[in-house]
């Protein structure tokens, strides 16, 4: 290879592992954390929303969100989402990394308080605010996915960058968690407070007028562990690599690194920074998103990590989101009329806690441990196929499963569903993305591969709605047509999850490699013809 890294980007490459590492994590993984209590405790409340705002009299079911309001509610932070990895993918290679890392944060922070707050009494003006709170709340979120991940993978070192970048991510692990523990206490302090009987026994009390209060709590408190780290996002320096590859300030990105890693880095050849080797490479090859050059060299790459992430969220959403239905439908959660509104929001979040705790929590850390031994592309190979092995054991025998005995079987099958989804697919599609392109295309490449996973999302968050509904319509839910029922759902789904593994393989390796060897960065080729 012609060209050669420079020092700057040499010594972090090489750079041990530090404190500021480990600060960085922290900076950037609250807000993943906040992202994953905001996307997911979505679902803690949506049948209680249904309870207070559409409770039918005379009913012998407890009031439900129709399906457009349902779709809606569930699926417009991630319309959001998917605009704002875009925008601030996009944007992020234009300004810097920093100077919009800061207003991502603000974003959230907002609109996750607002989402709590209402215009109005009625069911139309509560939706309608909620939803406009939510899409811009998914907005921030969303420019979080591409700014988070190439911070976090241009201040790593090569040794230990894809543990760095998968913590960032696996946060949301314990966002998850939280989201679930939090609403736990807050049902079970509101179930001594305000008694309320089973919606059977009395289908008014049974919905205690406090309870408007609980599913606002729930969503606002979110925005806390974000807030407590916005002063210490605006202290961040910009990354070295932006600066020296994109700004061409090669003298600066030395000192900006040399602060926080608390090591003498030189620059080569300030006054001239165009005149180093790698620059000049970078000059010479600075094609953009659209050109033929890209397409020849990094075509293929997008085609896999957009892919990937989009079959797989398409699975992981529709069982993220739906999980109390499955629950539901198997009987591990009992029907909603022999419960309270706040004693459903209780057994709704702690079957999500315990699915949290067993499965999707230890699975992002074994990657976090793993990915740098194994690599990216076992990890998600291996992910893929174990989640298309269990989603077809729980699809075939579904029946099977539905038995009282057998219960407890579903249950510890679909949790090992999301354990290989997390320990696979789930953390390595947003770790990849972050270090196979170029600097100056790096942050709208993570967000046009992320903004698909968000594609994927919503197919799976509204296509599950309808397809996870009875065949018989007599046993649909309020409102939804006749589906495919749960059991033909998850074949779908196994479908997906196979579709995934074989697109993995036009993702490359980058396990021990810089992120300019990855991105071409350090060849001096000549100009394409």
Known sequence: MAGENLKVLNALDVAKTQWYHFTAIIIAGMGFFTDAYDLFCISLVTKMLGRIYYHVDGSPKPGSLPPNVSAAVNGVALCGTLAGQLFFGWLGDKMGRKKVYGLTLMVMCLCSIASGLSFGRDAKAVMTTLCFFRFWLGFGIGGDYPLSATIMSEYANKKTRGAFVAAVFAMQGFGILAGGIFAMLMSAGFQVWFKAPAYEVDPIASTAPQADYLWRIVLMVGALPALLTFYWRLKMPETARYTALVAKNAKQAA????????T???????????ADPALAAADKNSYGLFSNEFLRRHGLHLLGTASTWFLLDIAFYSQNLFQKDIFSAIGWIPPAKTMSAIQEVYTIARAQTLIALCSTVPG??????LIDVIGRFAIQLMGFFFMTVFMFALAFPYHHWTRPENR???VVMYSLTFFFANFGPNATTFVVPAEIFPARLRSTCHGISAASGKLGAMVGAFGFLYLAQNKDPKKTDAGYPAGIGVKNSLIVLGFVNLAGLLFTFLVPEAKGKSLEDMSGENEEEAPAS
Do not use: C, N, R
């Open 264 to 274: 003498d880095i030189e620059a080569d050849h300030p006054p001239k920074p165009a």
């Open 408 to 410: 407890i079987g579903f």
């Open 255 to 262: 000192s900006d690194m040399s602060k926080v890693l608390q």
């Open 364 to 369: 992002y850390w074994f990657t976090v441990a």
